[in-house]
């Protein structure tokens, strides 16, 4: 559970007039820039953030615990949903 004052969101892949965004990928390419190798050099997404389906769409968890860690990455992806017009849904859990 988050202790952090900053809102968990969900960016869903729809712009606010109801069109899906593309490229299809576009939630896994998102995630992957806050990803990293881990020991097992495998790549692993951020536990913050994380490509998910909300009511069949494409679709990004993001923790608001992720500003307490790297406050520029939080505003990066909430910036990235403003920028692209997509729908943000905030004050939810991430559920992982």
Request: hydrophobic share 35%; charged share 25%.
């Amino acid at each position: 559970m988050t202790t952090s004052s900053h809102s968990s969101f969900i960016i869903v892949g729809l712009t606010t007039a109801g069109k899906k965004f593309r490229p299809s990928d576009w939630a896994e390419r998102l995630c992957g820039v806050l990803s990293a190798f881990g020991a097992e050099k495998r790549m692993r997404y951020s536990p913050y953030v994380g490509p998910r389906n909300y009511k069949g769409e494409k679709a990004v968890f993001v923790d608001g615990g992720l500003y307490d860690v790297e406050p520029m990455a939080y505003r990066f992806v909430l910036h990235f949903a403003q920028d692209n017009d997509l729908q943000l849904i905030e004050g939810v859990s991430p559920g992982r």
